[in-house]
């Protein structure tokens, strides 16, 4: 994990030149593609698991087992140097459904880069890659099955899959529906704005960062994607341990969509999960 770390690091650094009262390349009067920025403060701190069918313990068993395994011999660091580091992806092709067969079913949300996303018919993502070696590991087929995130937990609660990989945050009321692994990945909610807001440029930490958040009145939109602590952070959730902002929030389907329409004007701000929030920013500014 040291080496993964490291390289997270190094990507969290290059995005932190534009964070508060950092200076950009615009600082200086040099042309910049920068549309949007992160805000680099953390505005929480959570773990993601897997979450496994509360009726099948043995998967969970293994499921763990697999997770250790992956961590010890390096495979993680490897998977998740194609994502962050200078590694090549590699596409995992979901079978069709068919109850005649050993399969393995993961419900997730292919809308969370670089978790889990789409390029054709080809899932891609650290949570897939794992997927597809789970799969293969227990002897299954695998089979992934894409709806919208606040499904996710819910079709392996009734169910209907076998496993939920997407990004999950632990937390008692997912809890409810499926029973979650091991944690394999430390995350955290980041703030995009404009590249030319400069709100929270004098921000020297976290306090003042949540300090001007909760000054804003319901005047202020942030976006969010539905389902994800985002959407909890802004509207607020005890379960959560999150008091809420006076802000309006907005939910979508998914980061890119609320990110968009922050930079067409619709929105003021938008709050998602650190890792997919430098992928989109990455992407918008380099149109």
Known sequence: ?????????AVVMLFALAACGDKTPADNGEKTNEVVKIVNYSLTDEKYAFGVDKDQPELLEKTNAFIAKIMEDGTFDTICDKYFSDGTPTPVISAKEDASKDQLIV????????FEYM???????????IADLLAKELGKELVINNMKFESVCLSVGEHKCDIAM???????????QVTFTDSYYVASQKLIVKSGDTTFDACQDLASVETI?????????IGYQNGTTGQFYVQGDADWGFDGLAAEGKGYDNGSLAVQ???????????????????????????
Do not use: C
């Open 1 to 9: 994990m040291k080496k993964f770390l490291a390289l997270a690091l």
């Open 107 to 114: 419900a997730t949300n292919a809308a969370f880069a670089p």
């Open 119 to 129: 390029e054709g018919e080809a899932y891609y993502g650290i949570d897939m890659e």
């Open 166 to 176: 997407a990004g999950l945050t632990i937390n008692e009321k997912r809890e409810q």
């Open 213 to 221: 958040l909760k000054g804003f009145d319901s005047s202020v939109k």
């Open 261 to 287: 329409d922050l930079i067409n004007g619709n929105i003021n701000y938008v709050i998602i999960d650190e890792a997919p929030a430098m992928r989109i920013v990455e992407n918008f500014n380099a149109n």
